[in-house]
């Protein structure tokens, strides 16, 4: 069962909350520091910024700053979009940034295919994304697998 994460309001509050699910399935929760698959300082959720090794969060402080960081990656998002997009579309979006950054969505075939009019191809476009430090990752695969199933929910919803 996904942790319950409080989120502030706002227009994508149901986009966020479906995000929180998908975001702490894929990187479960670790309450101490520990390097990621390519050697970066993560904790919680995959929380990378500011992170060092040796660093400890309750339960509670990793909810928190899932839910405060999935908000910020969304206003992140938001600028990169131009065309509205279905709230499971946009969960997946927001979860392939969480993981692989804002500016990498921003410059991504998922955005530019999204802001084309072409969700289905921006849908697909998120399986390109299975790698890290030149690594496929079976959990990256995994996780593309994920975000482009929601992605296609939000297509046949839209």
Known sequence: MPPII??????????????????????GL???????????PTICFGETRGVKMGDHKTTEEC????????????????KCLTRAVP????????????NAGT?????????????A????????ALLQWTKAGGVELPGLVKRRQDERALCFKGVKEG
């Open 87 to 98: 709230d499971a579309s946009y969960a997946a979006f927001l979860s392939f940034a969480y």
């Open 103 to 115: 500016g990498n969505f921003c410059k991504s075939s998922v955005a530019r295919q999204a802001n």
């Open 63 to 78: 909810k928190q700053m899932l839910g405060t960081r999935l908000v910020e990656f969304s206003a992140g998002v938001d």
């Open 6 to 27: 409080r989120i502030p309001g706002g227009r994508r509050t149901g986009a966020l909350a479906i995000a929180v699910s998908l975001v702490a399935g894929a990187e």
């Open 30 to 40: 670790r309450n101490y520091a520990y390097e990621d698959p390519v050697g970066i």
């Open 117 to 124: 009019g072409d969700l289905p191809g921006a849908c697909d």
